[in-house]
């Protein structure tokens, strides 16, 4: 994005910028005459398949051709899974495992990097990608602690320079129904925006694995990372960061405080490592507007992830494409073809893809590092029980990095408690 805009114009303006941009990127649909783009996916997990298939999938000649994982099972499971998929082209001396296999990997002949780590990894990859001159796809949140945030924003700002295209896992602003959804509300369909709700409630994603004799920390804490702190920073980050990022992109501004609570109730057990389960947050925008935010893993209790907004004409229900009020409207087009989630995945690689052929890049690493930041300002309001201002957690001396990358002891920091100092802030 032009560095001419101010961070403010550019959250005001991004969907009708990127959608005006994306209409003028010419479609890439000639297979023969395509340059192939050679990938690197780095994290073999879950997300790390799930953002290869992606990827494959989102424009003709593409091609995954190296894979790097601190364990050897993660490669060889996903291995197995994209076995025989269509530019799916790994072999053995390009298959690196170890705490320094991304190193590797950017050392291979790739153009693009695939960074689905646990995202305390993520300013450590993505700043070694950009001084390695390659395109970034990172999964959100690119960061957990304020001294990330800084330093995603750092190499942002030199993937631009490089002319680098970056993209960051935030797909909803690739779907439709959201980017028709917020240009209505921008253009002043439900009026002057007074404030919101935003969401995200479910139950747990997935159980913690049970400590071996042998395990030693960082790998027990990596092989456990949505329960850590320095891995995930916590849920309201780790998952909630997609509607937080929303609530931004609709209030068209960054939260100037917040004030919060949140602890454990329902996840009591050392195995669920050092994070929450639940958080509201109040956050103050400019003009004295306010969102509620709340997010919680709980069994057996109602879910909802959604954002919903008020204004001076009119309310909006975001995630279903619904406008009340005066001018009443639907998004009708993608929810006749369920599920539309799935067609934004591989929507914003081809975005990305396009953009990088169309020597236009994308780049979406300011943007998303404040909404990072903003689902970061949410919890530390809640871990200290104090209302905190943006630029004080933008500026804090915060960092969750381990000692040094490397297997054997990593000390765990202990429950936050309301009330009490915080290490990294005044």
Not at 113 to 124: C, I, S
Not at 344 to 351: F, G, K, L, N, R
Not at 384 to 400: Q, S
Request: glycine letters at 10%; proline letters at 6%.
């Amino acid at each position: 994005m032009s560095n001419e805009l101010t961070r403010r114009d550019f959250v005001k303006t991004g969907s009708a910028a990127t959608a005006a941009f994306l209409a003028q990127v010419p479609l890439v649909h000639a297979g023969q005459n395509t340059p192939t783009l050679k990938a690197g996916l780095v994290g073999c997990g879950g997300r790390g398949k799930g953002a290869a298939d992606d990827f494959l999938n989102s424009a003709p000649n593409l091609q995954i051709i190296a894979m790097a994982d601190a364990f050897k099972d993660r490669i060889d499971g996903t291995r197995r899974q994209l076995k025989g998929t269509e530019g799916f082209k790994v072999d053995d001396d390009h298959a690196f495992v170890g705490l320094d296999a991304y190193q590797k990997l950017l050392a291979s002949p790739v153009d693009v990097v695939l960074l689905a780590t646990p995202p305390g990894f993520r300013p450590l990859h993505f700043a070694a990608a950009v001084e390695a001159g390659k395109h970034v796809f990172m999964e959100k949140p690119v960061a957990v602690d304020p001294a990330g945030v800084r330093k995603v924003m750092e190499y942002g700002k030199k993937a631009a320079d490089k002319k680098l295209a970056v993209l960051t896992g935030t797909q909803y602003r690739h779907q439709k129904s959201f980017l028709e959804t917020i240009k209505r509300i921008q253009g002043g369909q439900i009026g002057d925006v007074m404030g919101g709700r935003a969401y995200y409630n479910t139950g747990i994603s997935w159980a913690p694995k049970m400590r071996k004799p042998a395990d030693n920390d960082l790998e027990y804490q990596m092989r456990n990372w949505l329960y850590y702190d320095w891995l995930s920073g916590d849920h309201i980050v780790e998952q909630h960061i997609h509607t937080i990022d929303v609530t931004d992109w609709v209030m068209g501004a960054r939260p100037v405080a917040a004030v919060a609570s949140g602890g454990r109730q329902t996840r009591t057990g050392e195995q669920w490592g050092n994070i929450y389960d639940h958080f509201a947050v109040d956050y103050e925008y400019p003009g004295g507007k306010h969102v509620v935010s709340i997010a919680r893993q709980w069994p057996n209790c109602a879910g909802d992830v959604n954002a919903y907004f008020v204004g001076t004409k009119g309310e909006v229900d975001v995630y279903n494409g619904v406008i009340r009020g005066e001018k009443p409207w639907k998004f009708e087009d993608e929810f006749k073809e369920k599920p539309s989630i799935a067609k934004a995945y591989i929507q914003e690689h081809t975005d990305w893809v396009e953009s990088i052929r169309a020597g236009k890049p994308i780049n979406e690493a300011q943007r998303t590092a404040e909404s990072t930041l903003t689902a970061i300002l949410g919890r530390e309001a809640a871990y200290t029980g104090r209302v905190i201002k943006w630029e004080e957690i933008l500026n804090a001396e915060m960092d969750f990095s381990p000692p040094e990358y490397k297997f054997g002891p990593n000390l765990v920091r202990p429950m936050p408690i309301p009330g009490k100092p915080r290490d990294g802030l005044k």
